[in-house]
C-alpha cells in the first residue's frame, strides 16, 4: 500500500535534525560473488508470486475509485485492467482483471486528486492559523507559525483520520474532493496499524543498538515528538478560538498522521515527463520512509489516494511516474501480468532494514538486490572529512569503491608507527562495529531458532495481549535477521579485506 523510491522524510519544523545523503548502491567494488542471505518471515514477506490469486472485492478500495470517477470523469480511466483488491498477507491492492501488457499504464490518476500541502492547509479547520504568519499564543504575546509542508499535510490528515469526515472547506475550495477524502479515510490503516517504527515501543527500538538504523529509527521518533511540541500551542489556540473541538488534534492523532505519512506521501519531481505508457522520467521515488525533507526546486510532496494502494516488489522497476502534458500520476506495467495477478511497484533503493522501519515489512529473501549493512566512517582520521557523514552500504561480496578510497587515502601511520592501509582501516571499522550491537552473532541465530517455536498461544491473556505478542515475536524476529544479515556482511568483509592484505 506504498510506492516507489526513497523520498519522504522526517525533518523536525524549525529544528535542524541531521539529514542523510542517500547511499549510492551504485559504486560497488566486486569482490565476491553474493551469498543468500537468510529467509525473513513468511508472514510479513511483501511477496512477489505471480501465480493468479483469487480475487477478493474491495468495497472500500471500489467506494473511494467510484468517489474519484465521479469527481474527475476523464476520457481516460482511472485504472486500466486492474481493480483495488483484498490480498491475503498483505492488505489492499492492485490486481490485474484481464491481461496486463508491459509498457501499459494501469494506473492514472488526475494530480488534482492529489492533496497537496497548500491544499491541506486550506482544508485544515485550522487554515486561519497555518496560513497567516502570526497567531496569539496563551499569553497574549503575538507567535510565528511557519510549518513545513509535510506538517501543514499530518494536520489535515489527523483531522481526516479522527472524524472520518473531512473538515468544512473555505468558499474558495467548495468545489473540492470531500467526497473523495471521506472515503479516503475509510481506507487509511488505522491507529497502531501501519507497523512502522513510530508504532515501536521504546524496547523493540533498542533492539536496533549497533545497527545504523537504530540512528535512523531515533531521529524519525525524535521529529516526530518535536513536530507535536511545536503544533501543541497552535492546536490550544485554535481550541480556545473555537476553531476545533477538543481530542481531534492530541499527540495521538497527529503521531497516527505521521506514521501515516511516513508511507504515503509521494513526492513528484516535475522536471520528470513520460509518454503516454512509456518510461521517461518518474516521480522522484513516489512514496516512500525515506526522512531526507531537502526537497528539490521542482518538487512538492503530496498524498495521492488510490496511488498508494500499489504494494511493492523488489524485482519491479516500475515506479509512479507524473504525466505532465495531461496533469496525471500514472504507472506503467514492467511486465505482462494475467489475469489474477497483483500489480506492483518498486519502493526504491532501500535497504530490507530501511523497509521494514518505515512500512513495518520486509521484502522476500534474496529479492532485494540493495540489501546492505549501512556504515558510517566518521572518527577514522584525516582525510575523510569530505564524507564523514556519508553513510555506505556493505554488501556481501562488494564495497563501495568510494569508500574504500577515501579511506585509502586517510591510510597513514598508526600510534605505535606501523603503516596503516585502508583496507586494514576497514577491517578496524568492520570489528568496532560488530562490538556495538546489542547482541552477537551466535546467539541471535539461537534465538531465532527459539522464535519459531513462539506463537500468540504461548499467552495466557485475552484477545488484544495475544495480538500484541504476535507482533512483537513478530517484529522481534524480522529485527534479528536483520541483525544477524548485517553482521554476517560485517564478518565476510573483514575476511575479504584480510585476504588481499596477505
Known amino acids: 500500500m506504498k510506492v516507489a523510491q526513497p523520498i519522504f522524510s522526517f525533518r523536525a519544523p524549525l529544528i535542524s535534525l541531521r539529514s542523510f545523503q542517500h547511499h549510492n548502491t551504485s559504486d560497488q567494488r566486486s569482490l565476491r560473488g553474493p551469498v543468500p542471505l537468510n529467509g525473513f518471515l513468511d508472514s510479513i514477506f511483501r511477496s512477489k508470486d505471480t501465480a493468479p490469486v483469487e480475487i477478493e472485492q474491495d468495497a472500500l478500495g471500489q467506494a473511494l475509485l467510484d468517489a474519484l470517477f465521479s469527481k474527475h470523469q476523464t476520457s481516460s480511466s482511472l485504472m486500466n485492467g486492474v481493480q483495488c483488491s483484498d490480498i491475503s498477507g498483505q492488505g489492499r491492492g492492485l490486481v490485474a482483471t484481464q491481461t496486463v501488457r508491459e509498457g501499459q499504464v494501469v494506473l492514472n490518476i488526475p494530480f488534482d486528486a492529489a492533496i497537496t500541502p497548500e491544499k491541506a492547509a486550506q482544508m485544515s479547520s485550522l487554515r486561519d492559523i497555518i496560513t497567516s504568519s502570526r497567531y496569539a499564543s496563551s499569553s497574549g504575546d503575538e507567535a510565528k507559525t511557519t510549518l513545513p509542508d509535510w506538517t501543514l499535510l499530518a494536520v489535515w490528515l489527523a483531522e481526516l483520520v479522527s472524524s472520518q469526515t473531512p473538515p468544512p472547506p473555505p468558499p474558495s475550495l467548495s468545489n473540492n474532493n470531500h467526497a473523495v477524502h471521506a472515503a479516503y479515510a475509510a481506507v487509511l490503516p488505522a491507529y497502531q496499524n501501519t507497523s512502522c517504527v513510530l508504532e515501536w515501543t521504546e524496547n523493540e527500538v533498542n533492539w536496533l543498538r549497533g545497527s545504523y538504523l537504530y540512528n535512523m529509527a531515533l531521529d524519525i521518533r525524535t521529529a516526530a515528538d518535536t513536530s507535536w511540541k511545536e503544533l501543541e500551542p497552535i492546536i490550544s489556540h485554535a481550541e480556545r478560538a473555537g476553531l476545533i473541538k477538543k481530542g481531534v488534534l492530541t499527540e495521538k492523532t497527529l503521531k497516527h498522521a505521521f506514521a501515516l505519512l511516513l508511507s504515503r506521501l509521494i513526492r513528484i519531481n516535475f522536471n520528470s515527463r513520460t509518454g503516454g505508457g512509456g518510461g521517461g522520467g518518474g516521480i522522484s521515488g513516489g512514496i516512500s520512509g525515506d526522512y531526507d525533507r531537502n526537497l528539490g526546486q521542482n518538487e512538492v510532496e503530496v498524498l495521492c489516494p488510490v496511488a498508494d494502494f500499489v504494494n511493492h516488489d523488489s524485482t519491479c522497476s516500475s515506479f509512479l511516474q507524473i504525466d505532465e502534458e495531461n496533469q496525471n500520476i500514472v504507472l506503467v506495467a514492467d511486465r505482462k501480468y494475467r489475469p489474477g495477478e497483483q500489480i506492483f511497484a518498486s519502493y526504491g533503493q532501500k535497504t ?151
Request: net charge neutral; charged share 25%; proline share 2%.
Open 352 to 502: 530490507s532494514g530501511e523497509m521494514l522501519l518505515s512500512y513495518g515489512f520486509l521484502p522476500e529473501e534474496g529479492s532485494n538486490v540493495h540489501d546492505a549493512c549501512l556504515l558510517s566512517i566518521g572518527g577514522v582520521g584525516e582525510g575523510v572529512e569530505q564524507i564523514s557523514k556519508e553513510v555506505f552500504p556493505l554488501k556481501m561480496g562488494a564495497v563501495p569503491q568510494k569508500l574504500l578510497d577515501a579511506l585509502c587515502s586517510a591510510a597513514g601511520e598508526s600510534n605505535n608507527g606501523v603503516n596503516v592501509s585502508g583496507e586494514q582501516l576497514l577491517v578496524n571499522l568492520c570489528k568496532q562495529k560488530l562490538e556495538t550491537y546489542s547482541i552477537n552473532l551466535e546467539d541471535a541465530r539461537a534465538e531465532l531458532l527459539r522464535l519459531r517455536g513462539t506463537t500468540a498461544r504461548d499467552s495466557t491473556g485475552g484477545k488484544e495481549e495475544r495480538d500484541a505478542t504476535t507482533i512483537n515475536v513478530k517484529r522481534r524476529d524480522a529485527v534479528l535477521r536483520i541483525i544477524v544479515q548485517e553482521q554476517k556482511i560485517l564478518a565476510r568483509t573483514i575476511f575479504l579485506m584480510k585476504q588481499q592484505l596477505k
